[in-house]
């Protein structure tokens, strides 16, 4: 069965830093694209980061671009988010997504985020 | 940037009932797109990608369709557990990064 588990989540202070983990287990991680999304207190899901097998290709959204970073351990199964100079409105739900590659109509391919973990809770507070 | 506008925000309708869902882009997708299911507590589910294909064990009253700007989630009869906030998304091709809409909550009328 596939998972994807996250963890790291906590109350840090503004302008702090946490490190979220997500554990994946079930699947071939070096085959998929990695990415994280949030879900901050009665908001909508926002996309943050992406990130290739190799970890050569990476993305952010603009609200994390220079404070968060992500990174893969292909040994460990293992994404990372590291996440610097926390605001109070990053506190969110904080979920990693693995990507696949689906088939779509006429045989294209499709990338999407089709296995989700539970997520992990940050709060940013003084 | 590509905007998802969902309407409406909130949907009241009965267990057993037609549930229609819009999402409207801000400009013609050529990456097509795909609808999560959100609960509280749990991981968004994907339910559809490129419109109008069902994901894996997703049940056959859930539908998509649509093409251009305009796109539809289409419940056909409502059970209990559908209740829920749905999201399209798209994905862009290069950078890969994915657009929400802000999310439709279905309630229970």
């Known amino acids: 069965e596939v998972s994807l588990v996250e963890s790291g989540g906590g109350l840090a202070q503004p302008g702090g830093s946490l490190r979220l983990s997500c554990t994946v287990s079930?699947?071939?991680?070096?085959?998929?694209?990695m990415n994280w999304v949030r879900q901050a207190p009665g908001k909508g899901l926002e996309w943050l980061s992406y990130?290739?097998?190799?970890?050569?290709?990476?993305f952010y959204a603009d609200s994390v671009k220079g404070r968060f970073t992500i990174s893969r351990d292909s040994l460990k199964n293992t994404l990372y988010l590291q996440m610097n100079r926390l605001r109070a409105e990053d506190t969110a739900i904080y979920y990693c997504?693995?990507?696949?590659?689906?088939?779509?109509?006429?045989?294209?391919?499709?990338?999407?985020?089709?296995?989700w973990g539970k997520g992990t809770p940050v709060t940013v507070s003084s | 940037e590509i905007v998802l506008t969902q309407s409406p925000a909130t949907l009241s309708v009965s267990p057993g009932e037609r549930a229609t869902l819009s999402c409207r882009a801000s400009?013609?997708?050529?990456?097509?797109l795909a609808w999560y299911q959100k609960k509280p507590g749990q991981a968004p589910r994907l339910l559809i990608y490129?419109?109008?294909i069902r994901a894996t064990g997703i049940p056959a009253r859930f539908s998509g369709s649509g093409s251009g700007t305009d796109f539809t989630l289409t419940i056909s009869s409502l059970e209990p557990e559908d209740f829920a906030v749905y999201y399209c998304?798209?994905?862009?091709?290069?950078?890969?990064?994915?657009?929400f809409g802000q999310g439709t909550k279905l309630e229970i009328k």
């Open positions: 400009e013609t997708l050529i990456n097509y």
């Open positions: 998304v798209q994905r862009g091709n290069w950078p890969p990064g994915y657009f």
């Open positions: 490129d419109v109008s």
């Open positions: 990130i290739t097998p190799s970890g050569s290709t990476i």
């Open positions: 079930g699947l071939i991680f070096n085959d998929h694209n």
């Open positions: 997504a693995s990507e696949s590659r689906l088939v779509g109509r006429n045989s294209h391919p499709f990338f999407c985020m089709d296995v």
